[in-house]
């Protein structure tokens, strides 16, 4: 079956770094989404990485290992905004995405 | 303002009634996507459209119909309602360049009673 795996939830303190971790099993890989969904909120694009590598963009970057099914997602200078669910989906060889369940990042003072 | 409308807002449903959920685009994206999420669960596919005319099911299209009569507009419908479909549907659409971005609209949370 296909599966996506992340941490349900994270705390973490305002100013200082955090990276999310996403392993994915899935039939056929054809990229890697991250999104940011705040609470009641739909979620947004954040990243896309089809190759490996990182890729950055601002305070936010997703890096990509296609050898061994994972991402992360690091998010710098964190501020109180940042407290919200993110999101890895992976879009398989029928190009739909797969969703992982999302882990839920408390900023913390 | 561009993007996705969902309508409506929220809604509290009777068990066996027969329910419309409205979503329209208007960025002239050609793929549309009907999402519904649970907690603890990821986003789950009910139905797609690839282009207008056409359409396709998802993960968990079950008690649900979708129809792409133009590009603007992607309905889904529940014909009898139970209580197991209680959830927060998103409508999505996603442009044509490679990465095929998603962009989704405010949801509608519905409750089945």
């Known amino acids: 079956g296909q599966n996506i795996d992340q941490p349900t939830e994270m705390t973490a303190t305002e100013g200082a770094i955090v990276q999310i971790n996403c392993t994915y099993q899935?039939?056929?890989?054809?990229?890697l989404f991250w999104y940011q969904q705040h609470a009641g909120e739909a979620p947004t694009f954040l990243s896309y990485?089809?190759l490996d590598g990182l890729e950055e963009k601002g305070r936010f970057s997703s890096f990509l290992s296609r050898s061994k099914g994972y991402s992360y997602l690091l998010l710098k200078e964190l501020q109180m905004k940042d407290s919200a669910s993110y999101l890895c989906?992976?879009?398989?060889?029928?190009?739909?995405?797969?969703w992982g369940a999302g882990t839920k990042l408390i900023i913390k003072p | 303002i561009a993007g996705i409308t969902q309508a409506p807002t929220s809604q509290i449903l009777a068990a066996g009634r027969r329910m419309t959920l409205r979503c329209t685009q208007d960025?002239?994206?050609?793929?549309m996507y009907w999402y519904r999420q649970d907690l603890g669960l990821g986003l789950r596919l009910i139905h797609y459209?690839?282009?207008?005319?056409?359409?396709g099911k998802g993960e968990v299209p079950d008690g649900y119909s979708v129809s792409r009569a133009n590009t603007d507009d992607f309905p889904l419908t529940l014909a009898s309602a139970v209580p197991s479909q209680t959830s927060v549907y998103f409508c999505?659409?996603?442009?044509?360049?490679?990465?095929?971005?998603?962009?989704f609209g405010a949801g509608t949370r519905l409750s089945v009673l």
């Open positions: 999505a659409s996603s442009d044509s360049t490679e990465s095929n971005i998603q962009y």
């Open positions: 990485n089809v």
């Open positions: 459209s690839n282009t207008a005319g056409t359409t």
């Open positions: 899935t039939s056929g890989f054809n990229g």
């Open positions: 960025m002239r994206h050609n793929a």
């Open positions: 989906a992976v879009k398989d060889s029928n190009y739909q995405l797969i």
